[in-house]
């Protein structure tokens, strides 16, 4: 049967942040571009990126610069960091920046009419350039509409449910449209994954429901590898209350704009825990001590903490946090001007993800690219807001110049039949085989798994548990089926695949974070709360030993003898303070 | 494109719940009745000042006094010399366009309300809408009767020269501050004083006319309210002097 | 803190079924929780009762503006819409965006919009900027930053009749794309002029402002009062305005030009 097919130099899975950089790269590098939504355009979860981005102008404290920057990202990953991707970061996000407002993105300013710039937690100076609360929005709507204006094929509620290799190279792949369930399959010279995350593997989460980890699993599966999936940032700041809305985000530049932690005796807490940084000191930080709290009993009525603007201008809060002032006013009735939040840790951001080569994106895998969230090694072991959307910017611009410059290498590639009818028969299993598995249940109950036993806090018991829960999942997964044969818009469908990707992931997190026997960012083990110096010095990697049989590997990290002298002052300073 | 729609599109069709045809409906009866009110007034063109006891009252829909200043004689209907300024206003401004498209033409009768099924729907493309786009010269031509009508407010505070407060000048006052709460809230007179520009910051201009427009877009946010209050105040205000000079009853004040 | 918020209990959905060719409303009976909005029980008949229900959802945090349907007759983020501020003595009922043909039950055919956007040209500096950092005031990026907060629901396209009830679609952009072209005619940096599109191929005349774009809009964007009618002005000022007319030799504006007729 012959399906819909399309031919690209260079394709790119996902248009978020990343993926729509990376796809503009490529186009503006002479390659014949295609772009893979799995929603509509413009919906992908960088829209909720609400903070802003970092980049060292120094518009607003003129003693930023690169250099300072990359120290702090060091710092806030526990020097776990990939160090050429923090340093490239660190060089190119001002370039960028600017460049997002020569394409019409509009920035609040200074009063020199310059790009203003907020502070955050992690950051020595005020370096978020931001537009309210609402950054991430601004940014893609900015790179969708140079999208749309640079001769770029959209797809738009297409899924991809497998790469397509040709021998070692991975030559495009294969998915449905979602509105008719047509099958569609590419060919690409390079393909960029710019898949983004995987939250949905945990119940309490910020992250979009698309957040099924699809570009890990898949690259998984063609063999790439990956690296630090076991740590997990865990965003302080989540709603708790209603039911319904548990896990929502409520942006870190509450605190960056003044806004104050307190426990449900008044104690403003973080005096114990970072008494140099209090409420801006780093994620994992004030995460965990939010947790702490709770569990020791000074929680709020709804298992949360405090989190209090009142004292603050309410005009400016309106002004500064206006979505966050409607969130809270019309989901939980609370007039955030005048009443505390309540707030409590929530599943926001996976450090880890496909390993790349810093300067081009590139995977282990001939042809596979990927970026942004979905590529691991620059936030190592925990990320600062505001460095993940100039992540996407930095490195969705490289992977697409990356991906563009390898295709035009190539002449043409074709797509091997077998794999093709193999795809197919995948999906269609799905649909219309004898399985008996429901797709809704699994996925509860490996949220459930995950949440249980390898959630903000870990330890030997509780992993080995989840690990033996989550491979009991395994037989089961082959049987999913959808509940309904239908074509045409199939919810359960399309979660078949996606819980199928998400217990992938959740097993590279499950086995890494038991192989890592440290606390250290994302990653806090009960039975091991202090670093570890072997560990301090090794990222885990994790690559398919054929099915969920997974190699894991210790791995030196990635260092710059260029560098060292900026990691060694940073690591004096801290010691010294 | 093609479309199914779930359920059938005769006018008056939605899924709403609330009684979304009781603001049509009020609308339609407070402007027909201001019509009636504004007609029989025009075609009786008498009984438009409060004279006696030295005082100056003039109506404001027989303001400027042009028999008066140009010393003709008056005739039926003169007030159709100054009535088309502020009339020519409200049936042009954006709030009372809103409110006669829906409520008059049903285009829509409100929101999500299926509307009248039309061959052809044109807006504001034909005449006679798209005269509309003239609404700025009856602002300007309502503005300068404003400007009128605070001289007559003024002079409606003095009885032979001598300052007093009564019933009649208060009312008028109140009616003044209403109609220019309306007329300079105007979505025109907004574009005009600063909105049209680009760029609120290049010039010593450009910053004063940023403030103006901040001022006018305050008004301007409340353009409805003011069009309601300000048609309310002025027609009471010609029927209060109505009434007194035709003998009805006296205006009571105090003249100090 | 709201500790007073409503109980859940028992409450009825009618949800629309169907496609392109037909459909009808179905009845779904849940219990519900507090706070629950209509995304929530549309997701817990989806997984407990229909596992076919279509629905387009993403964020469930009224960021990302998939989730628009017709809730109880009005274009609602069903993800913004709590179950407790509608009557909890009849029946809600939910039903796919009119505007739009339907794919499957809830799901509509949005993709007329990306092909209405694709005609913008993008924002294109000025000729005549100069050297290094974009300087732009405050004031300017507040009026452009309304317009940019858009999430793009299309229930102002919905809800607009003349897309919904007068099918214009190849006639009028509709109000969303009226925000868009605000945001750039006003953009301070922006070099193009855009009046010849927003009075002809955009169609702005056919705007009546009967305002419900700016009633439904989730995002409290003054649709109306802050883009299509200063729009409308200027486009009185290039077109209709006879007095500015005699003052200007033509009709382009300070460093706008008109844009390329292959643009």
Known sequence: MAIEHHDFDVLVLGSGGSGLRAAVAAAEAGAKTGLVCKSLLGKAHTVMAEGGLAASLGNVDPRDNWETHFQDTMFGGKYLNNWRMAELHAKEAPDRARELEHWGAVFDRTPDRKMSQRAFGGHTYKRLVHIGDRTGLEMIRTMQDKAVHSDIDIFMETTITRLIKDGDRVVGCFGYRRASGEQISFSSKALVVATGGSGRIYKITSNSQDCTGDGYALAYEAGAELVDMEFIQFHPTGMVYPPGVAGLLVTEAVRGEGGILRNALGERFMEKYDPKRMELSTRDVVARSIYTEVKEGRGTPHGGAYLDVSHLDSDYVRRKLPSMYDQFLELAGVDITKEPMQVGPTCHYFMGGIKVDPDTGETRVPGLYATGEASGGMNGANRLGGNSLGDLLVFGRRAGIGAAADANKLSAVALPAEELTAAQGEVDTYLNGSGTENPFQMHKDLQKIMGDGAGIFRDKEGLTEAISLLESLESRVDKLKSPSPRLEYNPGWQLCREVKNMLTVSLMIARGALMREESRGGHSRLDFTAYSDYWAENNIVVHSKGGYDMQLTPTPVFKRDELSELVEARKESEKAS | ?256 | MSETMAAGGTRTLQIWRGDLTSGQLVDYTLETEPGMVVLDAVLEIQRSQAPDLAVRWNCKAAKCGSCSAEVNGKPRLMCKTRLDHLPADEPITVEPMRAFPIIQDLVTDVSWNYEVNKKIIPFTPREDLPEGDYLIDQADTDRMSEFRKCIECFMCQDVCHILRDQRMHNKYYGPRFMVRLASLDMHPLDGIDRIDQIADEAGIGLCNITKCCTEVCPEGIHITDNAIIPLKERVVDARHDPILKIFKRNNTRPGKKKPEASA
């Not at chain 2, 009248?116 to 786009?133: D, H, I, M, S, W």
């Not at chain 2, 300000?230 to 205006?251: E, K, N, P, Q």
């Open chain 2, 1 to 256: 494109m093609t479309t199914v729609a779930p359920s059938p599109r005769r006018l008056g069709a939605t899924m709403r719940r609330d009684k979304w045809w009781v603001q049509p409906v009020a609308i339609v009866t407070a402007l027909t009745l201001f019509g009636i009110y504004s007609i029989v007034r025009i075609v009786l063109s008498k009984y438009y000042a409060i004279t006696a006891g030295g005082a100056h009252l003039q109506s404001p829909f027989f303001s400027p006094d042009l028999p008066g200043i140009f010393s003709f004689k008056e005739f039926r209907p003169w007030a159709v010399l100054v009535l088309w300024a502020p009339l020519g206003m409200r049936s042009t401004c954006y709030y009372y366009r809103k409110s006669y498209y829906r409520s008059f033409f049903l285009a829509p009768p409100s929101c999500a309300v299926a509307g009248v099924a039309r061959r052809k729907y044109t807006g504001e493309t034909r005449f006679p809408f798209v005269l509309n786009n003239l609404h700025r010269f009856f602002f300007y031509a309502a503005a300068l009767v404003v400007v009128f009508l605070w001289i007559d407010t003024v002079r409606g505070f003095f009885y032979h020269g001598d300052f007093g407060i009564g019933l009649g000048n208060v009312i008028m006052l109140v009616n003044v501050v209403c109609l220019s709460g309306f007329t300079f809230g105007c979505n025109s007179w907004r574009h005009i004083i600063g909105g049209k520009m680009n760029c609120f910051d290049c010039s010593a201009v450009a910053r004063t006319r940023h403030k103006a427009w901040q001022k006018v877009s305050i008004l301007n946010g409340k353009h409805m309210q003011w069009a309601w209050i300000s048609m309310f105040t002025v027609g009471l205000t010609d029927l209060y002097i109505w009434l007194v000079s035709s003998g009805a009853f006296h205006d009571p004040h105090h003249v100090f």
